[in-house]
Every structure is written in C-alpha cells, then in structure tokens.
C-alpha cells in the first residue's frame, strides 16, 4: 500500500515540527550535530535540486572521496585524498570514528559570535562553562579563553591545532585558543568523549582541534567593530589572510594576521551590576542567609570605628560608629536596616560590587605563517611559526581593612580629628580605637597580564608503498608578567598609621622612626577619603610581580595505512611515538616572596616534567553488505605512557560501528583515559587569595576577606577515567537533508585531582573530615584565621549526560515558488549527573546547579539560517535551564534555592556583494542579545560581590556588530 507521501510533504512536515520544537519549546530531547562547511555554505539561486548535506559527526574527506558526508570544497580543499579525522589516527575514505564528534563550520562560528572563537564556541552547551574576559573574582585569568568540555575543568580538554599540540599561555597547561590563527581554520573538531588513546593525557573530557586550510590560495580578512547598547564594551577586530602557490604548485604558502581590541564594561554600569545583590545572614529563625538587594560591608572609603578598647564596655561603645568624612569631620555611622557582624543591608557600609569590571578589557594581536615545499610527489617538508601577544589590565578588589583585619589607631595618634581627641579625654582607659577602612586612594588594586606566546613547528608528510609517515618537532614558549598593583604592603602600612608628634621636632612622623629615624617610613593620614599624603600612599603601596615562562617541546613520529585486505574490508592501522618535555618558571619580587603584601604573594618556583609514549591502532571492518549489516566496524587503540614524575600508565579504547542500514548507524566505545597532574599542580609553592566563608562552627556567620594559601602536590599520581559512549545516528533518505544524533556519555574518574574550595573545606570539617580540618586554622577562640589549600588525589568524580544534535536544511522551492533556502540546526545537551567524592565525605552531585557552579540540567542552541538572494538572515537562540542555587544549602540554610530558566536571542543581517560584482564580499550586522536580557540574581561566593552567575549567563546586554568579509 502506498503511503502517498512525496518527499515534498516530509520536508513541509518536518519543516514545521522542527521549527516549532527546536526554536520555541523547551528541549526535550533535540539537538542536532553540528554541521560542516557544507551546511553552511550560501546556496545560490537555481541550485534547489541539489540537497546540501551535513555532516553529524567527524567524518572530513577532501575533494574526491566518499563517506557518510561531503564537507565544503567550494573554498581551496585541501590536498585531493588528503583525510582528517579527528578523534583518530587513521585517515581512510568511508571510515567514521565511533566516538561521537561535533563538526563546526567558520560560517557557523561567525554568525553566532563574530568576536572571537572562544566566544562563539561557548554558545555549544558543552562549551558553555569556558572562560573569557567576563568579571570574576581574583588574579588571576588575564582576558584568556579556556576551553572547557562539559565544565570537568579546562584542565581536561585537550586543544589541538591540526591535531598537534598547542604550547600552554597558563601555569595550568591550558591553550588560550584566541591565539590560533582564526581566519586560516576551516573547521572546529569537537571530540566529545575520551581520547586518551589516541592523543595522550587531558582528553577526559574530549578535545577540541582546530583545522586549518593549509591549501588555501587567494586573499581575504575581515573588519568590524561593536558597541553595546549602553555605549561601552566597544570593540574593534581586524583579520587578513593570505595564500599563494608557486614553483610550479611545489611550494605553498599561506600567512595571517589579527587584531583585536576591546574596552571592557566598567564597574557598575549595569542597573543589576549595582544593587548589592548579594547573600547575607538571616534573622534568628529563618533561613541562616538570605538574598537581598543593597548589601553592604561595614566600613567606608573614610575610615569608621567599630569600637574602643580597653575601657569599660560602655566607654568602648562610645566610639563605636563614628566615621570620617572630608578633612577627617566626624559623623554618625549608618549601619542600615539590617546588621550582622560583617555585613549590613543599606546605610553607610561599602557595596563591593563597584570593585571590579563586568567585562574586563583586552588587546592582542597574533600572526601565523606557513609554508609547505613538495620535494617529490610523495614527500613534502613544511614549517610553521605562530606568534600572540595578549594585555588587560582589570580591577579586582581595593585595599581594605575590614572586621577580619582592623586597623589599630592608638590614643595619640597624630592626626586624630578633635572630636576624637575630646572623647578619648573623656575616657581616658581607653588605650586604642578599633578603625575599619576600605582605601581608595591612589586607585583601586589593579592586575595588570601581559603574554606573548610563540611556537615554531617543523616536520614532512610522505607516502611510501602505500604507507602514510608523518613526523614533526615543535617548540613553544610562553612568557608571562602579572603585576598586582596598588597593593598595600602590609607591614609598612601598620607602621605608617601609627603616626605620632616628634617631640624634638613638632613633626608628625612613623612612631618606628623616633627609633629608627633611617627607616624611610611616611605617615598614614585614614581620617578621611584624600586624606594620606603621596608619600604616605607611595610608601605603603607596590607592585607584587610575577614574571613566567611556559616551555613545551614535542617530537612525533606517526605511520598508518592498510595492513592488508579483509573478509569485509581493508584492515587499517596506525602507529607512533612521542617525547615531550613540559616546563615552568615562576620568579617573583621579593615583597612578594617575603609574604609582604595585603593580596597574591605569589612565591617562585619551577619544575618540569618529560613524557615518553607509544601507541598502536587498528581498524577492522567485520561486517559487509548483508541483511541489518550494511557495515560493522571495530575500532581499537592501546597507548603506554611513561612519565618522568609518576610512571607508566596505560590508556585504551574500543569501540563498534554498527551500519545496519543507510539511514542509520550505531555507535559506542568504551575507552580508558588519563589527566597526568600539570607543573602547576605539581610543583606550586604557595599564592594568597582571599574568599567570602560560611562558617558553621560560629552560626554560619558570612565571613569576608579570609585567606587562602594554595600551594602543589609534588605526590599526585595521575587521574584514570572510564568512559562509556553510545549513541545513533540517523540520516533517513525519504528526508534529504535531516540529520540526527543522539549519544548518551556516562565518565568515571577515579583519584581525579582537585583542590577543596574554601567554602567545601570547612563543610566538610564540620561533617568531620579530618582531612579537610588539617587545612584550616582557627584562634585561641575558635575564629576562623585562613586556610590552606592544595591539589589532591580525590575519590572519585562521575558525570553522565544525553547529546542531542538534529539539523534540517531545505530549499523553501519545495514548499512554495521561492528560490529561498532555510536551514534549521539546534544542540541540545542535558547533564543529568556530575558528582565529586571526597575522601571521608559524602558524594556531592552539582548537576541542576547554576548559582555557584555551571551545571545546568538543560542547555540548548538552536538556530535558523535564511537565505534568499544575497540576503542572509540568521537566528539563534540560547537556552539555560534552571536549577538550584546551591545544591548542598537546603531552605534552612538559604532562602535562595532556584533560579529560572533564561534564554538569549541572537541575530545576524548579512547581505552579499556578488550582485554587485564584488565576488566573496559581504557586509554584516550582527546583534546579540537582541532583547537586552539581563542575568537572574545569582550572588557568587567570592569576596567581592558578583551579582550572577558569570561563568554562565549574559553580563554585557545587548551588543551591536557591524562588519565586512571579503575572499577573493
């Protein structure tokens, strides 16, 4: 019986399901693979009868061969025959990797976030938690973008570039990934599943490679520039790109250049980046913190006295609230409505939101140059030089002194206003006064990262009796300076404010200098904002310095091919060796290695580590052209690592390639994987940062400014993790054009290297961890001082997960007289496990998670991409899923306890000049966050106030692009 149906109405049909579910309802189960150049690539009027294709997992062959999909070869292919397949070492047509891998086009990165890589890239959902220039807490992180699979840590995505390795810009080994050569890559590889076996340590979570268009002949760039609708985060980009052939097309060519330049979002100049959302401690019978608007630190930019000493408690409360104003005037201290012991809601005390950018600001530059000489057909040499250069400067706190580290004002301090003086007269047991300030003067305290990074790669690609041999050897380098500036030095201010009259002289001096009248020491005026001198600010300020050097050396060796004809097909393998050394060099100022400073004190050190290894992998078709086994492939690999400060480890996967038929194919691996510690892990000798602590042993009082020394862990052994993959991919013929995957993820890591967090350490000292207690120092009284914290072997961390890729591109001529094309493409990714094990305490589970981490259940991008002519209009839009603020504070402990959903709306207008006569050029207008959605209130745990969820959710609104592409 014929069912009627022309592939005309499955087109309409899945046209309006997919629009209507994949763009406006709640992801319930699609998401789609992301497409190759193929889908992407603007089709041309009259060209309906050829259905693009896209590719849904990593299958990239070139020009003239075969396989479950074409990519792009419309623009310069790479060398005929030449196959990339990442996620593997064997290149051979027709063979598809069975673990699963998100193919993205450049067009497809352009139109989402025209910026930057990075930023595009973030919009996949299993992309979402890598890092940027948005604000967050501390020193550390200067504008650099980390990518960062499934938020396991960007330590465990493995960056590659053409699939070899990319030198570390951090002491943590991670790739910032704005320094490829952006207007050379062709395509984005994302490797969502282990592959260890196949690439070495860091790829638990999966890697992301990054190809390149080495063959490309022509010249082309790009300029634009963008604005947000409040006037600021402009930014300015331009990329030119450039490749030529010559000896006779023995020699090839190819150079790039960028530019970037973006001024930041200044503190405050969001109406939610200045209410002082933040949490604070809760009445006497409710909720031990509570979320509310205007919360503010005790203290002021003046200086405020908490209270006397000495005295009775009734003389020392005499002093208590009383603040400085202009010329050291004394004046009623506001504690608000709302007062705990650190924290008040309104009134006079300091909002710490205005402390840092929302965005911070970034300038960097990169060039890249590659060349490539045929020595016969069969043998070809080629080099490569890529250089980077990145600098922010960015506020991060201000000097302060506050109800954890008060100032001590002594009853004859010199430059006491007279209202003070009268009322220490009459109170005369009184011997010192209690001051708490938060110090503005000579400016906030600023970090200021300059990096520049260089890596030089040279190596041959040859065929031998139908053998493939490559081999390379690269050096990279990364040097390193971060400056904390304006930061206090702590004991030169405890001598400055203990000012007093030299009584020989009549002048107001350093009471050490009436001992020691060498010791340079300037005194300290805190009555009153502007109220120290110059000399007073330039003595107890500096700069604490860090300069660093990140070396990486690798030398490979690589052969594959066909071991020889099977009963089902060509059995294929692959074979290699590596060396790599990996080293780092901190030194830093000596202030800061004598723990002089109120901030950081990074302390030096160095350490280095070398890695030997050898793998082996094979493809073995076991089944052809037979009733439901159209094809069935095995694929295995086996990889023995030795390492210089841990030993040897072994590393493996197998998997299955099940094509029952056409349409559909079957795939799942099992694979072993390995993190080896990084040098920072390993070898860091001790850096101070400050946290905001919830401390259950006193009422779960919210404390602020508490330090935190974290330091290596030279006896850390490498992370295992077990990873499991299944999924299906579906491309049914009676649908041209439709492609879906599904692929579950289930990952184990055992004795998975972390650090306690601040907060997760006195938890879990409460619950008894001795482990966790051995960090943390407390007074004679119990009050909490600081915390140690350093990397450990923990229990266990375990995630699983569904990946859901659907994309649909159809010429609108099938369902009505247009020569239109619509694409529809939408990734759906949903966590539904990711929990940590800490030796002595129970196992936590984040997934649902968005206040303080970034694990949402539920994260889509689904996007609609229009062209008629040469108009091109492209929509996207950014799914979040709610969750829990914190999963381990439940309502006694927190009123706080979901956050909604949020979704973002992009577009971009583009229209082409080949109408005109302008061949491969095309202006732009680009919109994010069309609606000027702002981000739900989701209050940090840092010191420093953060209003949301910044790793997660939209903190610069609505944001204009304008630009203009040309290839010619």
């Known amino acids: 019986m014929q069912s009627g149906r022309t592939h005309a109405d499955y087109r309409r049909l899945l046209l309006i399901g997919v629009s209507a579910a994949g763009l406006w309802t709640a992801p319930a189960f699609a998401q789609i693979p992301t497409p190759s150049s193929a889908a992407t690539a603007a089709p041309q009027p009259g060209e309906a009868t050829a259905d693009p294709v896209i590719a849904p997992e990593a299958v990239q062959t070139q020009e003239g061969q075969q396989a479950e999909a074409e990519p792009d070869t419309t623009a310069n292919p790479q060398e005929a025959g030449e196959i990339v397949v990442t996620g593997s070492r064997i290149g051979r047509s027709g063979f598809t990797t069975p673990t699963p891998v998100t193919v993205i086009s450049t067009d497809q990165l352009a139109k989402s976030a025209p910026s930057t890589i990075a930023e595009s890239l973030r919009n996949l959902p299993a992309l979402t938690a890598t890092s940027g220039p ?23 995505t493995l960056t590659l570039l053409d699939g070899r390795r990319f030198v570390a810009a951090s002491q943590f080994g991670t790739v910032d990934v704005n320094l490829l050569p952006a207007g050379l890559i062709q395509r984005v590889d994302i490797v969502t599943g282990g592959a260890s076996a196949a690439y070495g340590s860091d790829a638990v979570a999966g890697v992301v490679n990054f190809v390149l268009n080495t063959r490309f002949e022509g010249i082309k760039g790009e300029v634009s520039s963008g604005i947000s609708t409040e006037g600021d985060n402009a930014e300015k980009r331009a990329i030119l790109s450039g490749g030529v052939s010559t000896a006779g097309g023995r020699l090839h060519l190819i150079a790039s250049g960028e530019y970037y330049k973006n001024d930041g979002i200044l503190e405050g100049q969001r109406d939610w980046a200045r ?20 919360v503010r630190n005790i203290g002021t930019y003046g200086g405020m006295l908490l209270t006397g000493n000495g ?23 506001s504690f608000g409505s709302y007062l705990t012991a650190t924290q008040q809601i309104g009134g006079d005390g300091v909002n710490t939101e205005l402390f840092q950018e929302i965005n911070r600001p970034l300038e960097r530059w990169s060039a890249f140059g590659r060349a490539e000489y045929e020595l016969t057909d069969a043998i070809s040499v080629f080099g490569e030089a890529s250089y980077g250069w990145t600098d922010t400067r960015y506020s991060t706190s201000v000097n302060r002194h506050q109800v954890q580290n008060p100032i001590t004002i002594r009853r004859d301090n010199a430059y006491l206003p007279q209202g003070i003086r009268n009322l220490l007269a009459a109170n005369p047991n009184v011997t010192t006064l209690t001051m708490l300030r938060w110090s503005t003067e000579g400016g906030l305290t600023d970090v200021a990262v300059t990096t520049d990074t260089r890596r030089f790669v040279g190596g041959f690609n040859a065929e031998l009796g139908g053998l493939k041999l490559n081999g390379y050897y690269q050096h990279g380098r990364t040097n390193q300076q971060t400056d904390v500036l304006n930061n206090e030095i702590t004991a030169n201010f405890t001598r400055a404010v203990d000012s ?3 009584p020989a002289t009549g002048q107001i001096v350093c009471r050490s200098t009436l001992t020691d009248p060498t010791n340079g020491c300037a005194p300290f005026n805190p009555f009153g904002v502007g109220a120290p001198s110059a000399a007073a600010l330039a003595y107890t300020r500096g700069t604490s310095r860090t300069k660093s050097v990140f070396t990486e050396d690798v030398v490979a060796l690589n052969l594959s091919g066909n071991l020889f004809e099977g009963w089902a097909g060509p059995i294929s393998f692959a074979t290699g060796a590596e060396y790599r050394r990996e080293a780092a060099e901190l030194a830093v100022d000596d202030l800061s290695r004598a723990g002089a400073f109120l901030f950081a004190n990074p302390q030096p050190w160095s350490g280095e580590y070398d890695v030997h290894e050898g793998y082996i992998e094979t493809v073995v078709p076991l089944l052809r052209d037979l009733p439901f086994a159209k094809r069935v492939e095995f694929n295995g690999a086996v990889r023995y690592t030795d390492y210089s400060t841990s030993g040897g480890v072994t590393t493996w996967k197998a998997g299955l390639s099940w094509t029952p038929f056409d349409a559909l194919r079957l795939r799942g691996t099992r694979s072993r994987d390995i993190r080896a510690p990084n040098l920072s892990e390993l070898f860091t000798s001790g850096r101070t940062q400050s946290a905001t602590i919830v401390d259950p042993f006193k009422n779960n009082i919210r404390l602020s400014g508490i ?30 054009g439709f492609n879906l995957s599904v692929d579950y993820y289930d990952i184990k890591i055992r004795d998975a290297i972390g650090t306690l967090t601040p907060q997760q350490t006195v938890d879990q000292c409460f619950q008894g961890n001795q482990l966790a207690c051995g960090l943390v120092r407390r007074d004679a009284g119990g009050n909490l001082l600081d915390l140690t914290a350093f990397p450990i072997n923990l229990a266990e961390l375990e995630t699983n997960g569904v990946d859901v890729e659907a994309s649909y591109r159809v010429p609108l001529s099938s369902l009505m007289d247009t020569d239109a094309t619509l694409g529809l493409r939408t990734v759906v990714s949903y966590v539904g496990k990711l929990a940590s094990t800490t030796p002595g305490s129970p196992s936590i589970d984040r997934a649902g998670e968005v206040g303080i981490s970034a694990n949402p259940h539920w994260r889509f991008n689904a996007q609609a991409d229009f062209y008629k002519g040469d108009f091109n209009f492209f929509n996207q839009v950014r799914f979040i899923g709610g969750g829990r603020y914190d999963v381990t504070r439940g309502p006694a402990q927190i009123d706080l306890q979901t956050i909604k959903p949020q979704a973002y709306w992009d577009m971009q207008l583009g229209y082409s000049l080949k109408n005109a006569g302008i061949e491969g ?31 997660l959710y939209d903190t610069t609104g609505r944001l204009f692009r304008v630009g203009f592409r040309f290839n010619f």
């Open 311 to 333: 005295g009775t408690a009734a003389q020392n409360a005499a002093f208590r609230g009383l603040q400085f104003g202009p010329g050291g005037t004394v004046l009623p201290y």
């Open 500 to 502: 007093v009259v030299n």
């Open 134 to 156: 948005q604000r967050a807490s501390g020193t550390q992180g200067g504008g650099q973008s980390f990518l960062n699979l499934r938020n396991l840590g960007a330590v465990r």
């Open 707 to 736: 330090f935190v020394t974290t330091g290596g862990n030279a006896a850390l052994q490498p992370e295992k993790a077990d990873t499991l993959t299944l999924g299906a991919v579906l491309q049914p013929t009676f649908i041209p």
């Open 921 to 951: 050029a095309e202006f732009y207008l680009n919109v994010r966050n069309v609606l000027d959605t702002d981000p739900p209130r989701a209050p940090g745990d840092g010191t420093i106030a953060l209003a949301t969820n910044t790793g």
């Open 275 to 294: 209410r002082g959302v933040n949490l604070i401690n809760g009445p006497a019978g409710g909720p031990a913190q509570i979320l509310a608007d205007d």
